[in-house]
C-alpha cells in the first residue's frame, strides 16, 4: 500500500486491496522471498538442508506445524521467524471496544457485521496492523481454557446478556490472533480440556466455549512446539489432535562442532574489544562447544531432557569473563582465556543439566560437569595431536618440567617455566605463542590438561592452582 494508508472501507476497496487468509498471505510472501534467493530465516545456523526445506514445504501447503525437538534447538526462534513473511500491515475494521482484528471485507462478529451492515463505507473505519503484533505464543505449563481459547464474562451475565450470546464472551489469546499466527510451546503439558478445545479450532476454525458453540470462521496460523519424549508419551496428547497437525518439523543439534561454535559465537556476542580485549583461541571455543557435545553423549545426562545451545552460550561467556577480570586485574591486554577459566563454568553450567538417575550413580551435578569438561578437552587435544603431531611439545613436558597454573597467574610465571616455545606450538594452535606470555599460557594449560586427560603426566590441586608434573 501507499505511505498514506487508506482510512475507510470505501477508500480501501477504491485502493484495490483484497482479502487473503493469514496462510495465503504467508505462502505468496514466502514464495518471493524463495524466488528472490535471499536468506529465509537470517541468523539460523546449521539447518539450511534439513529443517529449513521442511518449513518450505509446509508453508507452502499451507499447514499448521508442529516443532519438535529438544531444548535449545531454536524452535521458538523459527516460530517467530514467520512473522517476517506476513505483509508488513494488514487493513482491520477500527470498531471500539473489539478485541479481534476484523477483515474489512469479511467480518466474523455479529457486531462488526452490523457495523459493516450499517453504516456508509464512506464512513466505516479502517486501521492498520502491523505484522510485528500479529504473532502471539504461549507456554503450555499453567495456561488455562480461558487463557487461550475464552470464557463467559460474569459482568455480562449479571447485566442481562444471553450466555449464548458473542456479547458475553471474554476472548483468549487465538480468537484474538484471528488473521494472524499463535504458537503454543510444549504443547504435552497442556491441559486435556484445551488441547480438545485446540483441536476444534484446527478442525472447524471455530470456538465453543461452556458448550456453547459460537460459528466464527477464525482465521489464523497455529504453531506447535514439544519435545519428542513428552510428545511420544502415550496419552500427553490426544490423537485427534496430533491428527489435525499438518507437518511435523524435525529439528536438532549442530551435526558438526563448527556449526555449534558459530551459532555459539553469534548468540554470545560477548565484548572482546573495547579498553579491556580478550583474545580467544579457536582450541578454547572448540573445547567449550565440545562440551555441549559430551554431555549430549554423555550416560551421565539425561538425554530424553537435552542439553541446549544456551549451555555452550553461557558457557563461553564464563569463559570469556573470567579472562577480562584476570586481564583487569594483572593489567594482560589482550587477556587469553585459559583452561584454568573454565574452573568457573559451575556458576554457568550447574542447573542447565539434568541427570540421569540411573546412569549417575548418585554422582553430584559438579562431579558429572567435571567429567564432561574433562572429557572434552581429552577429545579436542586428541585432535591436535592426530592433526599437528605434538610429540615435541610433549617431549618438554617429559623431562621433569613442573608447572603451576591457575586462572589468576600472571601470564608470565608461564614463560619462566617454561622458556623454550616449541616451535609446533606457531602451526599447531594458530596463535605465535613465541611472542605473547597470554597466549603461552593458554597454549601450556591445553597441552597440561590433554596430557593429563590422557595420563601422560599427574596433577595436584591446592588452594585454587594446580600444579602438573611428570
Known amino acids: 500500500m501507499t505511505a498514506q494508508r487508506p482510512g475507510t472501507l470505501k477508500e480501501l476497496r477504491d485502493a484495490g486491496w483484497k482479502s487473503k487468509s493469514v496462510k495465503h498471505e504467508l505462502r505468496d510472501n514466502y514464495l518471493a522471498a524463495l524466488k528472490s534467493g535471499g536468506a529465509l530465516f537470517p541468523g539460523i545456523v546449521g539447518y539450511d538442508d534439513t529443517v529449513i526445506p521442511e518449513i518450505s514445504i509446509a508453508v507452502l501447503a499451507g499447514h499448521d506445524m508442529l516443532f519438535l525437538g529438544e531444548k535449545g534447538q531454536a524452535k521458538s526462534r523459527l516460530m517467530r521467524s514467520l512473522v517476517r513473511f506476513l505483509d508488513e500491515y494488514v487493513p482491520y475494521l477500527d470498531l471500539p471496544g473489539s478485541p479481534i482484528h476484523e477483515d474489512p471485507f469479511n467480518p466474523i462478529t455479529r457486531a462488526a457485521k452490523e457495523y459493516v451492515r450499517n453504516t456508509p463505507e464512506d464512513q466505516v473505519r479502517v486501521a492498520w496492523w502491523h505484522r510485528d503484533e500479529r504473532y502471539a505464543e504461549r507456554l503450555a505449563p499453567g495456561t488455562k481454557f480461558a487463557d487461550v481459547i475464552g470464557e463467559l464474562d460474569p459482568a455480562k451475565l449479571a447485566s442481562g446478556t444471553s450466555m449464548a450470546a458473542e456479547d458475553a ?45 459460537i460459528q466464527f470462521d477464525l482465521d489464523v496460523l497455529i504453531l506447535f512446539s514439544a519435545n519428542p519424549a513428552t510428545f511420544n508419551r502415550s496419552g500427553k496428547v490426544i490423537p485427534q489432535l496430533k491428527d489435525r497437525i499438518g507437518s511435523l518439523i524435525q529439528t536438532h543439534y549442530p551435526r558438526e562442532r563448527a556449526l555449534g561454535i558459530e551459532i555459539m559465537e553469534q548468540e554470545a556476542r560477548p565484548d572482546t574489544g573495547g579498553p579491556y580485549p580478550v583474545f580467544v583461541p579457536y582450541f578454547m571455543k572448540e573445547i567449550v562447544e565440545q562440551i555441549s557435545v559430551s554431555a549430549r553423549k554423555s550416560k551421565y545426562v539425561d538425554q530424553a ?25 594483572l593489567g594482560e591486554s589482550p587477556a587469553v582465556p585459559r583452561v584454568s577459566d573454565l574452573g568457573h563454568l559451575p556458576t554457568s553450567a550447574l542447573g542447565k543439566l539434568e541427570l540421569d538417575l540411573m546412569g549417575s550413580h548418585q554422582m553430584g551435578e559438579k562431579q558429572v560437569l567435571e567429567a564432561i569438561i574433562a572429557d572434552a578437552i581429552r577429545t579436542v587435544f586428541e ?7 605434538l610429540d615435541e611439545i610433549a617431549d618438554v613436558f617429559s623431562k621433569g618440567v613442573k608447572i603451576e597454573v591457575g ?51 599427574s596433577r595436584a590441586t591446592r588452594h585454587g592452582r594446580m600444579t602438573y608434573e611428570t
Open 169 to 213: 464472551l471474554h476472548f483468549g489469546l487465538i480468537p484474538r490472533m484471528h488473521r494472524a499466527i499463535f504458537a503454543m510451546n510444549e504443547i504435552p503439558e497442556l491441559d486435556e480440556l484445551i488441547q480438545v478445545g485446540l483441536f476444534n479450532i484446527l478442525e472447524e476454525r471455530d470456538v465453543q466455549i461452556r458448550g456453547y458453540p
Open 407 to 457: 586462572d589468576m597467574l600472571p601470564s608470565a610465571e608461564y614463560a619462566k617455566r617454561l622458556k623454550r616455545v616449541p616451535k609446533a606450538w606457531e602451526k599447531a594452535f594458530e596463535v605465535n605463542a613465541a611472542d605473547s606470555d597470554a597466549v603461552r599460557a593458554s597454549c601450556v594449560e591445553f597441552v597440561l590438561a590433554g596430557l593429563y586427560a590422557g595420563d601422560r603426566i
Open 383 to 389: 585432535e591436535y595431536v592426530d592433526k599437528h603431531g
Open 305 to 329: 531432557s537435552g542439553v541446549s545451545a544456551r549451555f555452550s552460550i553461557a558457557n563461553y561467556r564464563t569463559m570469556v569473563a573470567s579472562a577480562q577480570h584476570r586481564g583487569v586485574r
